[in-house]
């Protein structure tokens, strides 16, 4: 791998270990040019995805996007980085392992909210509060009636911009 500080081509591996319930690998490396050390994070990709947007845009899938929503809806919550982490893991997993190469983006956040509900009920409504347009008080009802009965009762907006989808 490239050095990130100065381009030079050959970059030593110094320390490999188990990161994540091992679901990744963290390598500690150095340059051989100018000496200094990064770290890199290798994980399993199954497949590659495509998002498909509620506009019809199609984008391809990024991690790093869907791990970033989940840790604001996390932040300052009783939940460790490694837990999100293994969070996130489970989430890319399950839309890899879907099999659908293309991926509506309302099924995504569909996904990450039903996860969250069985985490913490204060990220889940953050959210949900982001992710859908609560146009009418009584979405957002909805949202808080499915946390105090934790029935998993599908969450679709009555009005939203967001398109129907089949629920399989
Ligand atoms: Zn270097």
Known sequence: MRCPFCGHEDTQVKD???????AA??????CASCGQRFTTIERIQLRDLIVVKAD???VPFERDKLARSVRIALR??????????RI??????????AGEPEILSIDIGRRVMETLREVDSVAYIRFASVHWDFRETKDFAAILE???????????????ENPPVDDK
Request: charged share 40%; glycine share 8%; hydrophobic share 25%.
């Open 16 to 22: 490999s270990r188990p990161h994540e319930d091992g």
């Open 25 to 30: 690998i963290r390598r500690r490396r150095i």
């Open 56 to 58: 019809g845009r199609r």
């Open 88 to 97: 996130v893991n489970g989430l890319v997993r399950h839309l890899e392992a």
């Open 146 to 160: 499915t946390i105090s009965t934790s029935v998993a009762a599908d969450v679709t907006p009555q009005d939203g």
């Open 76 to 85: 300052k919550r009783p939940v460790d980085e490694e837990r999100i982490e």
